[in-house]
């Protein structure tokens, strides 16, 4: 699911926020339990500001924290 949610991030980024929710869709189908905020803690940005914006789009779209 992590190039799911590289391309939803990315959909997001740019406007596509339609299309972004979907692919979040299924990403929630392939991953019942993914939490953004154990995505943080597993995958911890070098840079906190874009974890902080990756986390931010990813709420965006629908996915939880």
Known sequence: TSNLRMTAVA???TGQVTQAREIASE???LDP???IGQFLKKQPFQDQATGQKYAAR???I???D
Do not use: D, H, V
Request: proline share 0%; no cysteine.
């Open 58 to 60: 990813l709420r965006e």
């Open 33 to 35: 339990g993914f939490r």
């Open 27 to 29: 990403i929630k189908r």
């Open 11 to 13: 959909l997001a980024e």
């Open 62 to 64: 629908g996915l939880q």
